[in-house]
């Protein structure tokens, strides 16, 4: 049960983190969906993800492990289409600058490479948040 509280915690920062950064992720119901679209992440997560892996094995076996990012883009589609109020758009960076570096301005040429993109990011954060916290 703690796992899944820390989980849930994790990946609700993650969301609202994401979509105040940058456009592409929108909750119909602002704070409300953004926390259902957490929990719906957080037990597709536990228990979706480890059958697409499964399903994924000889991809991942060819590939040597590369695109394992493919299930968090797969779980992500799915928590999109049963999830009436989260839906992801193209993704659209403003751009950053600051002091020390500057990140240009990016926007993804199709909702796939959203997808794709978009569970890069959720899974990079989510790593260095769990990583964090341990």
């Known amino acids: 049960m703690k796992r899944i509280i820390r989980s849930f915690l994790i ?19 602002g704070v409300t969906g953004l926390l259902i679209t957490a929990f719906a992440l957080t037990l597709a997560g536990l228990f979706l993800k480890p059958i697409i892996n499964l399903l994924l094995l ?24 049963v999830l009436p109020q989260f839906s992801v758009g193209i993704l659209q960076f403003a751009g950053f600058t600051s002091e020390l ?4 301005a990016f926007s993804s040429p199709s ?23 341990k």
Do not use: E, K, M
């Open 111 to 133: 909702i796939v490479v959203s997808y794709i993109l978009f569970s890069l990011i959720i899974s990079l954060l989510t790593s260095l948040l769990y990583w964090l916290v």
């Open 11 to 29: 990946q609700a920062g993650i969301l609202y983190l994401i979509s105040t950064a940058v456009s592409g992720l929108s909750f119909a119901d």
């Open 101 to 104: 570096f500057s990140l240009p």
């Open 58 to 81: 000889p991809i991942n076996l060819i590939t040597f492990g590369l695109l394992r990012w493919l299930t968090s883009a797969v779980v992500l589609f799915v928590v999109d289409l």
